[in-house]
Structure formats: C-alpha cells, structure tokens
Nanobody, 128 residues
C-alpha cells in the first residue's frame, strides 16, 4: 500500500505561481512512477506530468512543459509540481498518483486508470 498526501493548492491570480507537494508513505518502492493529474469541472481527468523515481524519465502534458515542472526529493519521498504563469484554464483539482515502473513511458504515463494509488486532491483556482 502507498499513501499519498497532496498540499500546496490555493487561489492565485493569472500569471502567478504555485508549488504543489505530494508526500508518499508506505511501500513506495512498489510504485516508482509518480504523476500529477488534474480534473476541471465537467472535464475528464488529464495527465499533467510524471516522473520516474529512479530518474531519467519525465513527461508533461501537451502545452504544459515550459510552465510546469515536476521534481522529486527521494530522501523525503516527496514529488513537487511547480506551476508558473498560471492561467484560468489551469483551475482544477490536482491529484497525485503512484504507479508501477511500466506506467512511466510515453504511451502510458497519462492514462489515469493505470495508477493504483491516489491522493485526495488539492484545489487550484486561478482567477483572471
């Protein structure tokens, strides 16, 4: 079992920044693929970014690279999502997810149904 707890959400004006954190605990070694997803009202959950705990694999959703950066601190079992130049369309609930190493590949990282473990989500609201 892996437990995930997100933090860092909130309200910000367009153009601002936020950093989300996802603290993992439990048998984290079984789920080395760490990802961020988001879901806006009335929309499907979409992949934002993913990173492999062992390094060397990082992925971003279309148009998000350059504004969003995923990083990790393995000593703290924590994954971060730095979000800059936020837009109103970034408003959503952001979820942290943990999956197997097979999930951290270009064709699979953004498929939410592949991930076994999820955090409770944190709200991000961007006002224009």
């Amino acid at each position: 079992q892996v437990q995930l707890v997100e933090s860092g959400g909130g309200s910000v004006q367009a153009g601002g920044s936020l950093r989300l954190s996802c603290a993992a605990s439990g048998n984290t070694y079984i789920s080395p693929c760490m990802a961020w997803f988001r879901q806006a009202p009335g929309k499907e959950r979409e992949g934002v970014a993913a990173t492999y705990r062992g390094g060397g694999r990082t992925y971003y959703g279309d148009s998000l690279k350059g504004r969003f950066t995923i990083s990790q601190d393995n000593a703290k079992n924590t994954v971060y999502l730095q979000m800059n130049s936020l837009k109103s369309e970034d408003t959503a609930i952001y979820y942290c997810a943990a999956g197997s190493s097979y999930d951290c590949y270009p064709g699979s990282w953004s498929i939410s149904s592949r991930y076994l473990y999820w955090g409770q989500g944190t709200q991000v609201t961007v006002s224009s």
